[in-house]
Each structure stands twice: as structure tokens, then as C-alpha cells.
């Protein structure tokens, strides 16, 4: 049978980049000795407060169709976040209630973008962002960056490669995989390279409140980005909520119109229980998110320790999110093999960096996301292995030295 082309364009590399964590999940149902650090899913419960939230509506009935668009009160909990969170100042018409960031990025792709458009994205990038534009039949274009500059974006780059299609420039800070943290300057020269070529600036900030070195800063809050600035955001990392499913959207008030006739012919709405449980959530103060925060800093500053402390491997010291890139590169494997080998002989599974775009080329992906106990054994075992290459290696330049 044939099926529509949009299956090809939403099979790209990055649909891909799973697969060793799959055989890992797999390996782990069945007993074996695994250690995970390749998925962002907090190994945190989500604050009891919210629970019981949830658990308060679900007893009182609140399991039937809420507005489309998002319940009011919540809409506005999420405006008033946002001012805290972004600096910029909106109301509850600047806001739908979405399923997960992930949902809010193939929303705003499809309200803004057309067949033939360009979309400009700095690499490294999310692994699914591929997918999203291609949906749309629109074309992602990357834009480099380099590891010996923290990864940080170049505005002028970026407006190198605006062309006659470009429509939109997709950004993500801090960004996963590599824990930038765009700064001010750069989000302002991004700003006013948008207002310039008169295109959208679509930003991922799911992890803006989970910063350790540098501030966020969003490109919604610059004077005149009001018009063309989509802010897409969730609750899933920093509030450990992955699983509940709970984003949003913020734009312009007609972005969010026709926002919310997609989400009325793709979804209807997230179930009440859970927007109930999303108020208490942006609005209470609760010890638990900072608590996390600051477990994700001493986590990140064990790792970077460990594994800069091992012969042939280096960190990028992330400033924000959680994940670690560790930069593998004079071990002379490759992403796919290093990560492969470790997998069979240590039983830890990491992320290759190669899907994430080529400038992650040398790189994997380490995740934050689990204990103390889990990373320690982690890099341990990571140690091991690397041992175990040098230890390899070495018989065969000691033959090369003595041959005639």
C-alpha cells in the first residue's frame, strides 16, 4: 500500500538516534545490568502539591472536555510565569495550553510555515526538530557552531543564510544537547537580524528555568520582537512532569487563534485533571524546584570532575539543562562506535552527538537526569572502558616502534 510522503520527511536522521537506548530500555525490563544516561526524564517524583491537585479534580469530577485553547486560569498562570521567567509582559490571549513542548514546536511549524519555506536552525539541535519542519514540507537549514566557542550562536551566520524562502529562524536556550546558554548579546543581534529580514524567531526555552551560570534571556522580551516571537515552553523539566504532557504555546493573539483551530481539529484540549494540577504548579512556591536545581548543579559538577579527570576525554561545562557533551574525539572512535562498545561492554548508555548535527560530530550526550549513584557508577564504568581502548591500542604502536 502507499503511503503519504510525509512519512520520508519525518524519518530523518534524528529519528534514528534512539536506537541504542531502545536496545538499553529493553536490556533493563529484562534484568540486565544497565545504567541509563541517555534520556532527559528527571529520575525526580513530580512535587506532591501538584499530585494532589490532580488527584482533588479527578474526585471532583473534572475528567470532561476543557476549552480548547486552555482553561482561563491556567492561561493566565502561564502569562504570569512567563513575565517571571521570560520578561515579557502578556495576558492569557497570548497563551494556549498545548500536549508538551514537543506539540507546542509541530504547532507553531504548522501555523507559520508553508511548502518551500526555509527554516534557519543552529547546530547542535534537538533531534526532533528535523522531523517537525520536514512535517510541514517546509526545509531546515542548519547553521554551524563550534565546540571552541561553547557552542555559542553567531547572529551574522545566521544572517548568511537567510535567503528568499527563510521564514523563520528556531533556536533553543539553554540548549539541549549542549547546555548553552545563548547570551544577551547574541539574542539581541538574533532579534534584530528577524526584525530585518522580517522573519518569525521561534525559541525552545523548555529548560529556561533550569540555569546555573548564566541568565536566560528570550528574545520575547526584546522591544519590538512582540509580533514575530514564539516562546515554547512546558513543565516537564523543570517540575519533573514529563509524563503529564503539559505545554504551552506564547505568541501574538492571531498566532493563537489559528493555534487553537489546529489544536481543535488535532486534539480538543488537555484533560481538565491535568490543567488543574498545572495552576498549583506555575503559581505555589515549593522547596522541590529549587531543591532540583540545585541537585542538577552538584550532579553536573560531579560528572564535568569525573570524566575531565580521564585520560583522552573532556567536558563542556553545561550552563544550563541536563546534559553534559563529552568530547571523545582523541579516542579515535567514532559516535556511533564508542557509543556501541560502551553499551556492550560496560552496559551504559549514552547518546551519539552525529544526530544532533555535525558540529556534536566527536561528542555524546550524557544526561543529568538520573542519581547520584547511577552517574558516579556511570563514569566509572566510562573510565573503564576508555582504559581499556588505550590498553588496546597500545601493543600495536609498541609493534610499529620496533619494526624495521
Given at each position: 500500500m502507499?503511503?503519504?510522503s510525509?512519512?520520508?520527511?519525518i524519518a530523518?536522521?534524528?529519528?534514528?538516534?534512539?536506537?541504542?537506548h531502545?536496545l538499553?530500555?529493553?536490556?533493563?525490563?529484562?534484568?540486565?545490568?544497565?545504567?541509563?544516561l541517555?534520556?532527559?526524564?528527571?529520575?525526580?517524583?513530580?512535587p506532591?502539591?501538584?499530585?494532589?491537585?490532580?488527584?482533588?479534580?479527578?474526585?471532583n469530577?473534572?475528567?470532561?472536555?476543557?476549552?480548547?485553547?486552555?482553561?482561563?486560569p491556567?492561561?493566565?498562570?502561564?502569562a504570569d510565569?512567563?513575565?517571571r521567567?521570560?520578561?515579557q509582559?502578556?495576558?492569557?490571549?497570548?497563551?494556549?495550553v498545548l500536549a508538551g513542548?514537543?506539540n507546542?514546536?509541530?504547532v507553531?511549524?504548522?501555523c507559520?510555515?508553508?511548502?518551500?519555506?526555509?527554516?534557519?536552525?543552529p547546530?547542535?539541535m534537538?533531534?526532533?526538530?528535523?522531523?517537525?519542519?520536514?512535517?510541514t514540507?517546509?526545509?531546515l537549514?542548519?547553521?554551524p557552531?563550534r565546540?571552541?566557542d561553547?557552542f555559542?550562536v553567531?547572529?551574522?551566520r545566521?544572517?548568511?543564510?537567510v535567503?528568499?524562502?527563510?521564514?523563520?529562524v528556531l533556536?533553543?536556550?539553554?540548549?539541549?544537547?549542549?547546555?548553552?546558554?545563548?547570551?544577551?548579546?547574541?539574542?539581541?543581534?538574533?532579534?534584530?537580524?528577524?526584525?530585518?529580514?522580517?522573519?518569525?524567531?521561534i525559541c525552545?526555552e523548555v529548560?529556561?528555568a533550569?540555569?546555573?551560570?548564566?541568565p536566560?534571556?528570550?528574545p520575547?522580551?526584546i522591544?519590538?520582537?512582540a509580533?514575530?516571537?514564539?516562546t515554547?515552553?512546558?513543565?516537564?523539566?523543570?517540575h519533573?512532569?514529563?509524563?503529564w504532557?503539559?505545554g504551552w504555546?506564547?505568541?501574538?493573539?492571531?498566532?493563537?487563534?489559528?493555534?487553537?483551530?489546529?489544536?481543535c481539529a488535532?486534539?480538543?484540549?488537555?484533560?481538565q485533571?491535568?490543567?488543574?494540577?498545572?495552576i498549583?504548579?506555575?503559581?505555589?512556591?515549593?522547596?522541590?524546584?529549587?531543591a532540583?536545581?540545585?541537585?542538577?548543579?552538584t550532579?553536573?559538577?560531579?560528572?564535568?570532575?569525573s570524566l575531565?579527570a580521564?585520560?583522552?576525554?573532556?567536558?563542556h561545562?553545561p550552563?544550563?539543562?541536563m546534559?553534559?557533551?563529552?568530547d571523545?574525539?582523541?579516542?579515535?572512535?567514532?559516535c556511533?562506535d564508542?557509543?556501541?562498545?560502551l553499551?556492550e561492554?560496560?552496559?551504559?548508555?549514552?547518546l551519539?552527538?552525529?544526530?544532533?548535527?555535525?558540529?556534536?560530530?566527536?561528542?555524546?550526550?550524557?544526561?543529568l537526569?538520573?542519581?547520584q549513584?547511577?552517574?558516579d557508577e556511570?563514569c566509572?564504568?566510562?573510565?573503564?572502558?576508555v582504559?581499556?581502548?588505550?590498553?588496546?591500542q597500545a601493543?600495536a604502536?609498541?609493534?610499529?616502534?620496533?619494526?624495521p
Open positions: 502507499k503511503y503519504a510525509l512519512v520520508d520527511r530523518g536522521k534524528g529519528a534514528r538516534a534512539w536506537d541504542t531502545s538499553a530500555s529493553q536490556r533493563l525490563e529484562e534484568g540486565g545490568d544497565v545504567i541509563m541517555s534520556v532527559g526524564d528527571p529520575n525526580f517524583d513530580t506532591e502539591p501538584i499530585v494532589e491537585a490532580a488527584v482533588a479534580s479527578l474526585r469530577g473534572r475528567h470532561h472536555y476543557a476549552p480548547v485553547d486552555g482553561a482561563l491556567l492561561r493566565q498562570a502561564i510565569y512567563h513575565g521567567i521570560a520578561g509582559k502578556v495576558g492569557p490571549d497570548n497563551v494556549i513542548a514537543q507546542g514546536l509541530m507553531a511549524a504548522l507559520l510555515l508553508e511548502p518551500g519555506d526555509e527554516v534557519i536552525s547546530e547542535p534537538y533531534v526532533t526538530y528535523e522531523g517537525v519542519i520536514g512535517a514540507g517546509a526545509k537549514v542548519t547553521v557552531t565546540p571552541e561553547d555559542q553567531n547572529p551574522a545566521i544572517e548568511e543564510a535567503g528568499p524562502n527563510t521564514r523563520a533556536i533553543n536556550t539553554p540548549n539541549n544537547p549542549t547546555g548553552a546558554v545563548l547570551r544577551a548579546d547574541v539574542i539581541k543581534g538574533l532579534a534584530d537580524v528577524c526584525r530585518r529580514r522580517d522573519l518569525w524567531l525552545d529548560y529556561a533550569l540555569t546555573f551560570d548564566a536566560h534571556v528570550s520575547s522580551a522591544a519590538g520582537m509580533d514575530r516571537a514564539v515554547i515552553s512546558s513543565l516537564a523539566k523543570s519533573a512532569m514529563t509524563g504532557r503539559l504555546m506564547i505568541g501574538p493573539e492571531e498566532l493563537i487563534d489559528h493555534a487553537s483551530e489546529l489544536a488535532m486534539l480538543y484540549g488537555s484533560p485533571f491535568i490543567q488543574d494540577a498545572g498549583p504548579a506555575l503559581t505555589l512556591e515549593m522547596t522541590e524546584l529549587e532540583m536545581k540545585r541537585e542538577y548543579r550532579r553536573r559538577d560531579t560528572v564535568c570532575a575531565n580521564i585520560d583522552g576525554l573532556s567536558v561545562k550552563e544550563g539543562g546534559f553534559v557533551m563529552l571523545i574525539r582523541a579516542t579515535g572512535l567514532t556511533q564508542f557509543m556501541e562498545q553499551f561492554s560496560e552496559g551504559v548508555s549514552v551519539a552527538g552525529e544526530p544532533f548535527g555535525p558540529s556534536a560530530a566527536g561528542h555524546m550526550r550524557i544526561t537526569a538520573a542519581s549513584a547511577e552517574l556511570g566509572r564504568r566510562i573510565a573503564h572502558f582504559e581499556g581502548l588505550r590498553g588496546a601493543p604502536q609498541n609493534r610499529t616502534a620496533v619494526s
